[in-house]
């Protein structure tokens, strides 16, 4: 439904794209914040450089990859090689806080408005930093739990403990072969819940969140609603970008809002209906402050 030419709204400058934000919080009667990757890079959650050389110098120089993307793919020899990096990637990115407080400062923006959050980031930022459970929806899985590998069940395991275990008991980038998870219904090898490919599990709290998400969009189509993407790229734009245009270009009420480094655009559909800040997510929420 929309033309192959988009817009960016460069031309307006930061400083009046971000009133025009602010007054659109102000006036919102609800909020839909879609967050993406980049927001969790904004808070400090960084794959590369030196966050990448703290925690992992050693399977550096072991293995030869230079960001933690990369270490998740390298085909490991042994089960004990592959957790040993898991588990330490797992720690860094799931249990670890964020080094800023960005989705703390997020949350006071909204926490007394009608809100719901759908992200494709699986480091449960959102829930550590306080917002409710029961408005989160995590598209895409969650570090902090395993499910089997075939799989045999839709259940899903939190892992943190076992994590926490394999981090403080591994040694020479192994673990002890006894703490190899496996499922306990079929006994193969358990897994992260990330969605990856036609095996990811999809549990109950999954779908629960789901519809969750569905009703309160449903409840709210006609209402002044704020679509906030923020960190949202194109690896997988069907699940937060084109619905978001989509709902918006359906009611005139609404406003589109991205703030995205670099990736600031909206359709000319729905241009008079945007607002798109390119910038730092962090920077930007600070000047609304």
């Given at each position: 439904?929309?033309?192959?030419?988009?817009?960016?709204?460069?031309?307006?400058?930061?400083?009046?794209?971000?009133?025009?934000?602010?007054?659109?919080?102000?006036?919102?009667?609800?909020?839909?914040?879609?967050?993406?990757?980049?927001?969790?890079?904004?808070?400090?959650?960084?794959?590369?450089?030196?966050?990448?050389?703290?925690?992992?110098?050693?399977?550096?120089?072991?293995?030869?990859?230079?960001?933690?993307?990369?270490?998740?793919?390298?085909?490991?020899?042994?089960?004990?090689?592959?957790?040993?990096?898991?588990?330490?990637?797992?720690?860094?990115?799931?249990?670890?806080?964020?080094?800023?407080?960005?989705?703390?400062?997020?949350?006071?923006?909204?926490?007394?408005?009608?809100?719901?959050?759908?992200?494709?980031?699986?480091?449960?930022?959102?829930?550590?930093?306080?917002?409710?459970?029961?408005?989160?929806?995590?598209?895409?899985?969650?570090?902090?739990?395993?499910?089997?590998?075939?799989?045999?069940?839709?259940?899903?395991?939190?892992?943190?403990?076992?994590?926490?275990?394999?981090?403080?008991?591994?040694?020479?980038?192994?673990?002890?072969?006894?703490?190899?998870?496996?499922?306990?219904?079929?006994?193969?090898?358990?897994?992260?819940?990330?969605?990856?490919?036609?095996?990811?599990?999809?549990?109950?709290?999954?779908?629960?969140?789901?519809?969750?998400?569905?009703?309160?969009?449903?409840?709210?189509?006609?209402?002044?609603?704020?679509?906030?993407?923020?960190?949202?790229?194109?690896?997988?734009?069907?699940?937060?970008?084109?619905?978001?245009?989509?709902?918006?270009?359906?009611?005139?009420?609404?406003?589109?809002?991205?703030?995205?480094y670099g990736e600031a655009v909206c359709p000319k559909e729905i241009e008079q209906?945007?607002?798109?800040?390119?910038?730092?997510?962090?920077?930007?929420?600070?000047?609304?402050?």
């Open positions: 439904m929309f033309s192959k030419i988009w817009t960016t709204e460069s031309t307006k400058s930061c400083s009046e794209q971000i009133s025009r934000l602010q007054e659109a919080i102000d006036s919102a009667e609800a909020i839909v914040i879609g967050a993406g990757a980049g927001l969790s890079t904004s808070a400090g959650f960084v794959y590369t450089g030196e966050r990448f050389q703290k925690y992992f110098s050693d399977f550096e120089e072991k293995y030869g990859f230079h960001d933690m993307y990369s270490g998740g793919f390298y085909p490991y020899k042994t089960l004990e090689e592959h957790w040993a990096y898991w588990s330490r990637y797992i720690y860094v990115n799931r249990y670890m806080d964020a080094l800023k407080p960005l989705y703390q400062e997020l949350l006071e923006f909204v926490k007394e408005k009608d809100y719901f959050v759908i992200t494709t980031n699986v480091d449960h930022c959102f829930q550590k930093a306080g917002f409710d459970k029961k408005r989160l929806f995590y598209t895409q899985g969650d570090y902090g739990l395993f499910q089997c590998s075939v799989p045999c069940d839709i259940d899903t395991y939190d892992n943190e403990k076992i994590i926490r275990r394999m981090v403080d008991e591994q040694r020479d980038m192994k673990i002890p072969t006894e703490l190899i998870p496996k499922c306990p219904k079929c006994g193969k090898p358990l897994t992260m819940n990330l969605r990856s490919d036609d095996k990811f599990v999809e549990d109950k709290g999954w779908h629960l969140a789901a519809e969750r998400y569905e009703n309160f969009l449903r409840t709210r189509k006609n209402m002044r609603i704020l679509f906030l993407e923020l960190g949202v790229g194109y690896n997988t734009p069907v699940i937060i970008k084109y619905p978001f245009w989509q709902m918006t270009a359906k009611n005139s009420q609404a406003v589109y809002a991205c703030v995205n209906q945007s607002i798109c800040i390119d910038g730092d997510i962090g920077t930007v929420l600070s000047d609304l402050k």
